[in-house]
């Protein structure tokens, strides 16, 4: 009886977020560490992604090699986002799990080697979990913070009210809403803020 030839498992592809926020620096020593790990898991590095001289702090429109990064990802080119630091990431916790959610959406998984947070685990999942409870609190507190503020405003006579947006801006919103883009993804296009795309989101349902 012929024996079933079985198929080897495919082989994680890696992608490598390197970045430091001034030319002066260098990536060379996270980009040594992250391919011994990436040689010791047998992960095929497929692309290394540089960000030189730029801020964790700016937006990804800021930083080119991250924007590029996740546009490879929605094309499934790699299954895994490898980066030194949680801060080579981002420099808000809420800005790492909106980040988090949208790799996770296209299932992609971060290793992140500092904090020793590695998503394909069950326990690198569970630390992922729990970061997820810490940005509700810190979302939390923001709101409490903001309507606090709010209400001394309020209290003092100040005006309160966002400007509105034209209906040209609503109307290219909606557009690219039924193009399949993601909230991010249209605010980037539409030159607005992710809130405002989600307000637009709601009224159109």
Not at 32 to 58: F, M, N, P, Q, W
Not at 116 to 127: K, N
Not at 161 to 189: F, H, K, M, W, Y
Request: net charge positive.
């Amino acid at each position: 009886m012929m024996a079933t030839k079985q198929s080897l498992p495919k082989s994680v592809r890696a992608a490598l977020y390197l970045r430091v926020s001034t030319s002066e620096q260098t990536t060379d020593n996270q980009e040594v560490a992250l391919r011994e790990v990436a040689a010791h898991c047998g992960h095929l590095i497929t692309k290394v992604y540089r960000d030189h001289g730029v801020s964790g702090a700016k937006g990804r429109d800021k930083r080119p090699q991250f924007d590029a990064m996740l546009k490879d990802a929605s094309r499934r080119k790699f299954n895994v986002v490898m980066a030194w630091s949680v801060d080579r990431v981002s420099r808000s916790l809420t800005d790492l799990l909106e980040f988090l959610r949208e790799i996770h959406a296209l299932k992609v998984d971060l290793y992140l080697h500092t904090q020793g947070i590695d998503t394909t685990t069950p326990t690198g999942r569970a630390m992922f979990q729990m970061m997820g409870v810490f940005g509700e609190l810190e979302r939390s507190l923001i709101q409490e913070r903001i309507k606090a503020g709010l209400d001394r405003a309020r209290a003092s006579g100040k005006r309160l009210g966002r400007p509105g947006i034209s209906d040209e801006v609503v109307a290219n919103i909606q557009q690219l809403l039924t193009q399949g883009l993601t909230i991010v993804e249209v605010a980037r296009e539409a030159r607005v803020g992710t809130s405002t795309v989600e307000r637009v989101k709601r009224r159109s349902v």
